[in-house]
């Protein structure tokens, strides 16, 4: 079973900056995106940002030119930086990725989500 772990969420003020981090372990054998979603109060989870195993990205219109997400492929690792955070950003943010097992078997598994509060 493929497990994702998140960190680095928390309450930051408006114009702050927060990096996130999303590390995948398991039966792992190829990593084809990882991304991250989030989800607000009374709304539904919405994608933010995605990353192939290639480097390509893709955002949201709302975050493009405030967050950045990279990756780690020898870590299995996926990173969100957030600048100039607003209030509208504070939401459950979860970290998504979806690949091969050694066995052959696809996989599509979600973290347990990392708070992240913008409030001054």
């Known amino acids: 079973q493929v497990q994702l772990v998140e960190s680095g969420g928390g309450l930051v003020q408006p114009g702050g900056s927060l990096r996130l981090s999303c590390a995948a372990s398991?039966?792992?054998?190829?990593?084809?995106?990882m991304a991250w979603h989030r989800q607000a109060p009374g709304k539904e989870r919405e994608l933010v940002a995605d990353i192939t195993s290639r480097g390509n990205t893709n955002y949201a219109d709302s975050v493009k030119g405030r967050f950045t997400i990279s990756r780690d492929n020898a870590k299995n690792t996926v990173y969100l930086q957030m600048n100039s955070l607003k209030p509208e950003d504070t939401a459950v943010y979860y970290c998504?990725?979806?690949?091969?097992?050694?066995?052959?078997?696809?996989?599509?598994?979600w973290g347990q989500g990392t708070q992240v509060t913008v409030s001054s």
């Open positions: 998504n990725a979806r690949g091969l097992t050694y066995a052959n078997y696809d996989f599509a598994s």
């Open positions: 398991g039966p792992i054998f190829r990593i084809i995106a």
